[in-house]
């Protein structure tokens, strides 16, 4: 089984290693989506008088094949370790037999820093690293909607457990993080 380290290609000699990794990961992703044969849902059964109604209507055009794609692939996801409360980094399956090992930032929320400036936002970010290490404790931990994140060497994915559908909006509900569209980000002293 192969693995690619996206760390290992950021590293300053390499030139633009991060954009490599990052074409390298959306190639992957592209190419996972087009063998997917068992995720299109299969057709509901035609009443009997709607049936006779599509015998006599025009045929609609071809769809390019770029549409006809899953354009929302799910890839499972092997949680290797937790950073803080929106950032893990996983072994993702993009492909069968190659897994892309990357740091994951959930989307949509920020969660407190580690590295806090004041003790009560250190508080809240091991509450929230907590909390994200028992969310996906869970299992069938699954990433979606994948894009590159704004800083390099990780991306930005919805995230999904066996029991909770998206991983962003319980850890707003529960009070670990807050809504973030990606602008510049508020303290949490």
């Known amino acids: 089984m ?4 996206f760390t ?7 030139g633009n290693g991060v954009i490599v990794a990052a074409a390298i990961f ?47 692939p799910v890839y499972p996801a092997e949680v290797l370790r937790i ?3 929106d950032t893990f980094e996983a072994r993702v399956r993009v492909w069968p037999g ?12 920020d969660a407190a820093e580690l590295h806090a400036r004041c003790a009560d936002e250190l508080t809240k970010a091991q509450a929230a690293r907590t909390a994200l290490e028992t969310i996906l404790a869970d299992g069938d931990v699954a990433i979606s909607r994948v894009g590159v ?4 060497g990780r ?10 559908p998206d991983v962003s909006a319980a850890l707003l509900s529960g009070g670990f993080a807050r809504s973030y569209g990606g602008g510049k980000r508020g303290t949490w002293c």
Do not use: N
């Open 98 to 109: 190659l897994d892309v090992d990357t740091k994951v930032r959930l989307r949509d929320i």
């Open 2 to 5: 192969r693995h690619l380290f």
């Open 155 to 164: 991306v930005d994915a919805t995230v999904s457990t066996r029991s909770t």
């Open 8 to 14: 290992a290609l950021a590293h300053s000699r390499r």
């Open 83 to 85: 950073i803080d409360g």
């Open 26 to 72: 959306a190639l992957g992703l592209a190419a996972g989506a087009m063998v997917r044969p068992a995720a299109a849902p299969l057709p509901a059964p035609i009443e009997p008088a709607l049936a006779a109604a599509a015998v006599s209507a025009p045929a609609a055009p071809t769809m390019p094949i770029a549409h006809r794609l899953d354009s929302a």
């Open 149 to 152: 994140d704004k800083y390099g």
